[in-house]
């Protein structure tokens, strides 16, 4: 399985982006999916997560402006931001969570290999 994202890039504050993460392979099922990001110098650090079920989760500091979904027929995941801020710049990374390949028995987490997205002010 590879994953695979895209759509980051340079923005004004105050602007949007749309992310979009692909996960390419015969997959069976996946848990969850989620964007995680970790600017120069800190920890990597939850964005949001949406759960094979719809149920999402966010990071106090994008609530309200930024949106998690999903496409589980396509082994897409996707993340809205609006209303970004400097501080939201760092590299952005794709997970799908729980995922298990068909034929096999186990499941796995599997990461893209990020994007950048960075917000100027």
């Known amino acids: 399985v590879q994953v695979v994202e895209s759509g980051g890039g340079l923005v004004q504050a105050g602007g949007s982006l749309r992310l979009s993460c692909e996960a390419f392979?015969?997959?069976?099922?996946?848990?969850?999916m989620g964007w995680y990001r970790q600017a120069p110098g800190k920890q990597r650090e939850l964005v949001a997560t949406?759960?094979?079920?719809?149920?999402?989760n966010y990071a106090d500091s994008v609530k309200g402006r930024f949106t998690i979904t999903s496409d589980n027929a396509k082994n897409m995941v996707y993340l809205q931001m609006n209303s970004v801020k400097p501080e939201d710049t760092a590299v952005y990374y794709c997970?799908?969570?729980?995922?298990?390949?068909?034929?096999?028995?186990?499941?796995?987490?599997?990461w893209g290999q990020g994007t950048q997205v960075t917000v100027s002010s």
């Open positions: 949406i759960t094979s079920g719809g149920s999402t």
């Open positions: 392979g015969n997959t069976f099922r996946v848990n969850a």
């Open positions: 997970a799908f969570e729980g995922l298990v390949v068909a034929g096999e028995a186990y499941e796995y987490d599997y």
